[in-house]
């Protein structure tokens, strides 16, 4: 049983997610505002938060800020906030996916299962680790070292990177990735490709503005590259 912490200072709202989510057998816990769901990421352990940015004594991104510092734990931002800024800097920040207000609870539903499945899904054999001149992947342990250094990936980040590995040097579509990262639901969010494929390459390339490894093919996709392949056309 997955254990849920909505975060939401909206008490209708909570009790309307709660209800949804305990049909559904999930355990869940609520919190109605930052400094309780900080304590309750601490204490609880919860598999998934489900975060309002709008919350009266800390701002919700600085709360994720928080949550992003100690834990990997998924993280789905529910907000008001429409504004394709506050969406690119929650995930910027390593949010999992951003839902806005108002919503459907299945469309909801379905998205936390996606975020839920990444973390929980041992059916696909493990990857042998990726290994290049600046960095090593560890996909079984999901360790990235880069410059002798150990640096922490959300688990966003690690499902993308695996996703491209499994096709190293190869073209993998926008749609696909979306779809294979975020779930069937996703196609168009091209957006949210730019903000992790930046995020990765300021955490592993020797120079994000000049990568080598992670590259975009504009308006098709990304390509994962090893070092010494040529035969891969990418612009960052």
């Known amino acids: 049983m997955s254990r849920i912490l909505v975060v939401d200072d909206e008490p209708h709202l909570v009790r309307t997610l709660a209800i949804n989510l305990r049909a559904r057998d999930y355990e869940v816990e609520t919190a109605g505002d930052g400094r309780s769901a900080l304590q309750a990421v601490h204490d609880q352990l919860p598999d998934l938060v489900i975060l ?27 907000s008001a906030r429409a504004d394709s800024i506050d969406k690119v800097e929650a995930l910027d920040l390593g949010a999992d996916d951003y839902v806005t207000k108002p919503f459907a609870v299945d469309e909801l539903l379905a998205r936390i299962r996606v975020a839920l499945r990444r973390t929980q899904d041992e059916s696909t054999p493990p990857l042998a680790a990726f290994e290049t001149q600046h960095f090593v992947l560890d996909f079984t342990e999901r360790r990235a070292v880069v410059a002798g250094e150990v640096v922490r990936l959300t688990p966003t980040e690690w499902s993308l990177l695996e996703v491209l590995a499994r096709h190293t040097g190869h073209l993998v579509p926008q749609k696909d990735l979306l779809r294979e990262v975020w779930g069937p639901h996703y196609g168009r969010e091209s957006n949210y490709l730019r903000v992790y494929a930046n995020q990765l390459r300021r955490k592993l390339e020797p120079d994000p503005s000049e990568p080598r490894y992670l590259l975009t093919e504009p308006g098709q996709g990304y390509r994962l590259m090893g070092d010494g392949s040529t035969d891969a056309v990418g612009t960052p």
């Open 52 to 78: 309002d940015l709008g919350l009266p004594d800390i701002d919700g991104v600085d709360v994720l800020r928080r949550i992003r510092e100690t834990s990997q734990t998924p993280v789905i931002v529910l």
